[in-house]
């Protein structure tokens, strides 16, 4: 794992974590279901829930004396009267707490983010719960410093502020199932390069999203075997290698346009380099000396324009 420069730091003002619980009950949406039976290892609880669909589970926020609890499972379909809770962030209201492993966090420009320790309770046997960072190895974790100086490291979430909020959610609890239930981690083939880790955390959560939607349009081309469909692109080519850039802030796409140059010049014809940014990058790249792929969000999904011509 490599992590930013710049290092979060963890909101430890009572108020302002309170002011980020209130916006993050604000961001969270889903079709409400009442009187729903929780049950997890030594203990249940009968409260609402409210269902994503679109992003396959369920959240409730529980208020306790010192802390809220964010409840989330795991839900491909509508859920029941009966669920099994998948993991549970606690946010201590009172004050920056390493007891728990939810975690408020904020940049050097203010913005806020829901974070976890990475200390998963309710492993399988053998598991032990640092394994959950080995296990999300392609997560964006982020060094953090805490409000009495002491440094860890934490998996960011979601931008409290990202439109994308419920689908960085979804995929974290997803990931979570995974590891309790024992699967091996997601390996994808590498058609990216590394991003660099001075951009920025909001920047790193949508570039995940960006190189899943990448990566699921690259496999409807056959890019990565199975069988080919009408789709599918034919004959020998070099093997395409994208750069993502997700902020698009000048120093960013600066970045991974560095990059994408030395491994174009280090790989030669074995390999055609694509970069990959956000329509409304402002950035003039029509005069670099590799393809470039634009992409807008449909709602939590990038969607691209020019992937095919790139490919060709």
């Not at 829930?49 to 589970?57: K, L, T």
């Not at 083939?189 to 999203?209: I, Y």
Request: with cysteine; proline share 6%.
């Amino acid at each position: 794992m490599r992590y930013a420069e710049r290092m979060l730091q963890v909101v430890g003002d009572s108020e302002e974590i309170g002011g980020a619980i209130a916006r993050l009950r604000e961001a969270l949406k889903g079709v409400p279901a009442r009187g729903v039976r929780l049950t997890w290892r030594g203990g249940e609880l009968r409260t609402a829930i409210h269902w994503a669909r679109d992003d396959a589970f369920w959240w409730a926020i529980e208020p306790r004396t010192d802390r809220d609890t964010l409840l989330l499972g795991h839900a491909p379909d509508a859920p029941g009267k009966r669920e099994s809770i998948t993991c549970s962030l606690n946010l201590a209201r009172n004050g920056a707490s390493r007891k728990t492993a939810g975690i408020i966090a904020a940049d050097v420009e203010g913005r806020l983010y829901l974070a976890h320790s990475g200390r998963m309770g309710g492993a399988r046997p053998g598991q032990r719960a640092s394994h959950f960072r080995d296990f999300l190895a392609d997560g964006v974790w982020r060094k953090i410093e805490w409000p009495d100086g002491h440094k860890t490291v934490a998996l960011i979430v979601a931008p409290l502020d990202s439109p994308r909020l419920m689908r960085l959610l979804g995929r974290f609890v997803e990931s979570v199932n995974r590891f309790k239930a024992g699967d091996p981690p997601a390996r994808r083939a590498a058609h990216c390069l590394q991003p660099s880790a001075r951009d920025s955390a909001t920047a790193a959560c949508d570039r995940r999203l960006v190189d899943v939607a990448l990566h699921e349009e690259l496999a409807k081309r056959g890019l990565f075997g199975g069988a080919p469909d009408l789709f599918s692109l034919r004959g020998e080519r070099p093997r395409p290698l994208f750069a993502l850039v997700a902020g698009g802030r000048p120093d960013e796409l600066a970045r991974a346009v560095k990059s994408l140059s030395r491994a174009s010049a280090r790989r030669s014809t074995a390999v055609r380099p694509i970069l990959v940014a956000p329509e409304r990058c402002e950035t003039a790249l029509d005069s670099l000396p590799f393809a470039c792929v634009r992409y807008t969000w449909r709602g939590a999904r990038a969607v691209f324009d020019g992937l095919d011509d790139a490919l060709a």
